[in-house]
Structure formats: C-alpha cells, structure tokens
C-alpha cells in the first residue's frame, strides 16, 4: 500500500460526478484484470477511499491540478500505474461509454435511496434553502407524513418542532437532541452539509424512543410503588416475613423481628432454619391456599399466624408470614367494640335529638329514660291519638302535654288544660261540657265546656285518676263519640279535640280495686309516656340547675350566678320528692338568698344539705369503731375531715354549711393545723 503513485489531476473540470463515474467503471475493470483492490486518497489527507465507490470519489471532489496518490493491495505494481495513468488523463468518452455511466450513476442513486429507505432511523435532508429533499419511510411512519406531502416542502411547514432550519441558519449540528413529534418523542441528530466552506443542507437522523420513555416512565412508577410498599411494610404492626420458592427468607419487616425474636440478618436464610417448626415447616410451606393458626409461646403469650402463597402464573413463587400478637388483637377488638357501642349511642342520641321538634327542646335533659319518653312523645304529636302521661308530680307532664300539642297540627288552636283533682266532682260535669241557660241548672248564662272551648286543639286532663266514677263514664262516651252535651242542654255538639290525660296514680291498682274504669283506661293509655323521676336522672341535675339559674336571672332580670361544686354535689345527693318543680324552686329561693355571684352550701335548704351532713356524720362516728362520741368529737372530726377534703377554710364552710370564720375558729379551738 505504502507504494502508491502520485499523480494531478489535469482534466479542467475535475472528477465531477459523471467522470467519477467512469473512473469508477474504469477502476472496476483494471481490478478484475490484475485480481487487486485499488485505493485513492489526497494528497495532505488520511483517509484512504476505495477507488471503485462513486459515492466516495463524488464525495473526495478532487479539482484539476490537484494531486492524490493511488494505492493497490498488491506488489504488483501494474494494476496501480494503469489506473494512476487513467486519472491523469482528459477523460475522453464515447456515446457508449456516456450510457454505461449514466446508468452507472442511476444505479447508485438507486442504491443510495434504497439504503435511506431501509433504515430504520427517520432521515431528512434538506437543501441549503430549508426544502425537504429525502424523507425515508421511517420519517414517514415516525411523524406521520408520507414523504410525497413532505418532499419538496420548507421543513417548517412540514414538521416545525424538529426545527431543522435553525442548522441551516446557524450551521451548527447537535446530536441526541430530545425532541418531540405529536405524542412522540425523538433523539435527533443533526446536522449541516457543507460544501467548499458554504451550507449547502441539513441532515437531520432520528430515532422514536417512545416507547423507552413509556417504559422509564413506567420504572420510575414501579419504583415509587415499591418504596411506598415498603414504608408500609415498615409501619404497620403485624409482622411480615416473605420466603421464596426456595425457602430462603427475602424480606422481615420491624414486627415480625420483634415478634419472632429474629433479627434482619435471617434475610437470605433458610426459613427452617430460622423459624421453629410449630411456625412453619416444610408442610406448610407448600401450601396452595391461605391457612391460619395460633402458637403459644413460654410466656404465654399467644400469636396468630397465617401462612398465604404467592402465586404468579399460576405457579407457586413463595409464600407470605404474618404474625399478629393476639393480646394486640384483643385489645383492638375490645376498643372496637367500645367504639362502635359508643358510635350506636351517639347515633341513637342524634337521631333522638334531630327527631325532636322546636317545642320539646326546652325541656331540659339528656338521660336515656328522658329522651325515651321524648321520642315517645314527639313520634305522638304527628298523630290524633290520645296520650296518657305517666309521672310522678313535677317531672314535666304538663310540658310535655304542651309540647305534644305545640308540635302538632292543632297548634294553632287552644291547648286547655282541666285538673280533674282540684275541680269538685259535681261541678267537673259542667267545667267540661258547659251548661245551658235556664231553671233546670239554675245558671243565669250559658256556659262554654273546657271540651268546646278546645274544639280543634287539645284538651289536658291533668290528675285523671282523680276523676270519679260517674265522670270517668261520661268521659268515656265523649272518646267514643266524640260529641258532647251541655249540662241542661238538649242537642249534641260534634267536638274534634286532641285528648291527653296525665296522672301520678297507679291506675292498675285502682282498676283492680275497681275505682278506675278499665275500658276508659284502654282508651286513654293509647300511647303511653313515662316521665322518669328526677332521682334517676341525677346525670340532668347540673344542666337542669344551669337552665333554671339562666330562667330565673332572666325573669328576675339579674346576672346568672354560678353554682360551686359543692353545692352542686348536694343537689345530687338530694332525693327530689317534688322532682324537677322541686329543683326549680330551690335554685330560685337560693339565687334569692345568695350574697354573692356563687350559689353555696350554705344558700340551700338544711333540709337538702342536712341530708348530707347526716351521711358525712354516720360516716364519721362509724369511723370511730362503735364507741359513741361525744358532740365536741364529732365536730372535732368533721372539721378535721372537710378541711383534709378542700383544704381551705371556704371549702370546708361550705361543705359544712357554715362560715368559714366559724370553721377557722373551730380549727383552732380543736388545734387542727396540718391538712
Ligand atoms: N325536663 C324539664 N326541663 C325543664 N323544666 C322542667 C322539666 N321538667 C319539669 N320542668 C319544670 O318543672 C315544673 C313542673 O313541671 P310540670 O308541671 O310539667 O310537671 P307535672 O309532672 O305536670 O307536675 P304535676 O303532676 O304536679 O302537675 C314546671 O315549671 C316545668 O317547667
């Protein structure tokens, strides 16, 4: 190779493209004729080309007068010397020759758009005035574009966001160049052509990596799962351990290495090795279905475990542990319940609550008996039905009567109220039903009954069971026909009155001893409403003393006092005979007789405070072990006592019910110092 020849290049047009075209055919001949392969390069140039390739010599564009050295692969230097003497020639050429070239060049044109067409990268060259000259098939199916729009149209126009133009402006090239087509997304190369230092095009090569991208995305997504199974993992409380086909372990997390007293160092170990046999064994390990068991360990303690496959393809990849200390459990389960008891009650208190109309709101309390009989009550007021209110004296029958009938259709209309109690029995007849004008009564006017005066309201019978007998019959035929007659009077009146009746007395006592009729008892006891008695809803008493405080400073119009917790413990200790109306009377008699902005021990009846001395005391001479003390102990001891529990002398008055000074007198009388 080393002995090239060198020859210049004489023919003024130099090797264009239809002489490289003959020398190519020229070379190819005197290559066949001396069995070698011939090499041209220039002058000042490495790059040794193939003297038989029209692309390479059209690429060398070698000019006249330039020199290049011509090469063979053989010794025999004969091969080399004809072609060098070929080249320096004129190129003279006949009409024949001129075909066989031309077709020469087709052919190589030929070739070089196969070449573009098969592969499999998009290609796009342009000219040096930004017009699309080769669109291949993968630029075609890679934009979209066949390559008869494209060819022959400004890159631009055609597919803007490669931006080929630019190379073409600035003649610089890039190459992995992230671009995007429509959806997809390219890595161009690109670059100018040029030509004698002048930009004669751009290349532009590029390749569809959307799918990589999909799949990076894809990984990325995948990798983020994985890290947030893993925190998971991590952070619940029952153990997992994940064994593989193998039976090596390949994941613990934190539990289970508490809970199975293992440490992260089992990871790549065999699970039998690791693991006791009442865990798992090799049974259990090729299992196809999910199992479960409790194992008791030495401290007694129990664990629930479950053994679950780890299928994929339908084959078993390995299997999945957990361990759950059962104690744990338990206690969730106990909460759970807790929980759910207590969401059922708050939801029964709502729906009572939501269920109440406005007129059942101010009567205060929020203990199940009360609510119960509420509801009861409330559910009765969208009816006509007759009601029968069941209590003792001053637990609220009366309100509630009003709020049945305030809550009603007929609230609109009167809501009257008899008390069959207080009304002599021969004068009830007429306070109910009226009476005529005239000599037979001896009225001088005509009177309107309690039953007419409620014609399309309610009409309360308050103390029922107070009615005598003779009444009770005429009240009952009143329910039945709902008519009346006035006393003296001849017609009927038709009434259309809500009836409710309200009684403190065991009516099934008086049916049985036959002073309380059965068949009007069935009438009125349609719907029944038990009021509860104060003494068992203790739990109302401090909102029941707060409303009644607000009431009264309201009607008296002065501040609200507050109540201290002392006398507050007094109400509740209190039987309440009189229930609620008792309550209500206290709080005002003991606002009234309040000095100050607090309700104290000692602004209650002794009566109800008494009832806890009385206790306090019995406590104290049982504390003395059966010897009866004297008064001085007694109140030695009591002193004592109060002044341990509220360590001031205003907390023990108040307790006692006395002045403080008095207690502080009696401290130092009794020499009481350390509490
Ligand atoms: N739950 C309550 N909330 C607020 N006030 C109440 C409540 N219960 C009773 N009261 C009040 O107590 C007083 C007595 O109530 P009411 O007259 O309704 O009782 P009663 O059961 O009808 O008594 P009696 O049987 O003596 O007629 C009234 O001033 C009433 O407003």
């Not at 002599?424 to 000599?439: Q, V």
Request: charged share 25%; with cysteine.
């Amino acid at each position: 190779m080393d002995k090239g020849v060198k020859i210049t290049i004489n023919y003024d047009k130099g090797i264009h493209t239809r002489i490289a075209a003959m020398v190519v055919k020229r070379c190819q001949q005197i290559m066949d004729k001396y069995k070698c392969q011939l090499y041209i390069r220039r002058e000042k140039d490495d790059t040794v080309l193939p003297g038989n390739s029209l692309l390479a010599l059209i690429s060398m564009r070698i000019r006249q007068g330039e020199s290049i050295w011509v090469f063979s692969d053989s010794e025999d230097e004969d091969g080399v010397n004809d072609f060098a003497n070929f080249l320096k020639g004129s190129f003279t050429i006949n009409q024949s020759e001129i075909d066989e070239v031309d077709s020469l060049i087709q052919n190589n044109v030929l070739a070089s758009e196969k070449i573009f067409e098969s592969i499999a990268n998009g290609l796009i060259v342009l000219d040096e005035k930004n017009v699309i000259n080769v669109f291949n098939k993968a630029a075609e199916r890679i934009t979209g574009i066949s390559a008869k729009v494209a060819v022959g149209k400004k890159s631009n126009e055609i597919i803007a966001s490669l931006q080929l133009q630019e190379v073409i402006a600035t003649g610089i090239g890039q190459t992995g160049l992230k671009q995007k087509i429509g959806e997809k997304v390219v890595i161009t190369n690109r670059g100018p052509i040029i030509i004698d230092n002048k930009i004669m095009g751009a290349v532009a090569v590029f390749q569809d990596i959307s799918e990589i991208e999909k799949l990076s995305w894809e990984l990325n997504g995948v990798k983020e799962l994985k890290q947030k199974l893993e925190n998971i993992l991590e952070n619940v409380d029952d153990g997992i351990c994940m064994v593989d086909e193998k039976h090596v372990i390949t994941y613990l997390n934190r539990p289970f290495q508490r809970i199975m007293e293992v440490s992260n160092k089992s990871i790549g170990k065999n699970v039998f090795e690791v693991l006791p046999p009442d865990i798992i064994s090799v049974e259990s390990s090729h299992i196809s279905e999910q199992s479960s068991f409790i194992v008791k360990r030495d401290d007694g303690t129990e664990i629930m475990i479950n053994i679950s496959p780890v299928s994929l393809d339908e084959s078993i990849k390995g299997i999945i542990l957990l361990a759950k200390e059962l104690t744990q459990i338990e206690r969730l389960m106990d909460r759970v319940q807790e929980l759910s008891a207590k969401t059922i009650f708050l939801q029964e208190q709502l729906l009572k609550k939501q269920e109440l109309s406005k007129p059942f709101q101010n009567i205060i309390g929020r203990s199940g008996a009360l609510f119960d009989a509420l509801n009861i009550a409330s559910k009765a007021s969208e009816t006509n039905s007759t009601v029968l209110i069941r209590g003792e004296s001053g637990t609220g029958k009366e309100l509630v009567a009003k709020a049945i009938h305030y809550s009603s259709h007929r609230r609109n209309n009167p809501f009257v109220r008899v008390n069959c109690a207080a009304i002599p029995a021969n004068l009830l007849e007429s306070e109910l039903f009226g009476h005529e004008r005239g000599s037979f009564t001896g009225a001088i006017k005509q009177k309107l009954g309690k039953f007419e005066l409620a014609n399309g309201g309610t009409i309360f019978l308050d103390e029922i069971g107070d009615m005598d007998k003779s009444m009770q019959a005429k009240l009952l035929r009143i329910l039945q026909e709902k008519e009346i007659e006035r006393v003296g009077g001849l017609k009927t009146i038709t009434i259309d009155v809500r009836v409710i009746a309200a009684t403190n007395s065991p009516l099934e006592v008086m049916i049985e001893e036959g002073n309380f009729r059965q068949d009007l008892y069935y009438r009125l006891n349609v719907i029944p409403v038990m009021m509860p008695p104060l003494r068992h809803r203790k739990g109302d008493i401090p909102l029941l003393s707060q409303y009644f405080i607000q009431k009264v400073a309201t009607k008296n119009n002065y501040q609200p006092k507050e109540i201290t917790k002392s006398a507050l413990k007094c109400l509740e200790d209190y039987r309440w005979p009189g229930n609620v109306r008792e309550l209500e009377n206290i709080i005002e008699m003991s606002m009234t007789l309040s000095n100050d902005s607090m309700i104290k021990v000692s602004d209650l009846p002794q009566y109800i405070v008494g009832n806890k001395d009385n206790k306090e005391m019995l406590k104290v001479t049982s504390d003395m072990e059966g010897h009866i003390p004297t008064l001085e102990e007694v109140e030695r001891k009591l002193i004592e006592l109060s002044l341990q529990k509220y360590r001031s002398f205003r907390g023990a008055a108040e307790a006692l019910g006395i002045n403080h000074k008095t207690v502080a007198a009696k401290a130092r009388k009794y020499n009481i110092s350390s509490w």
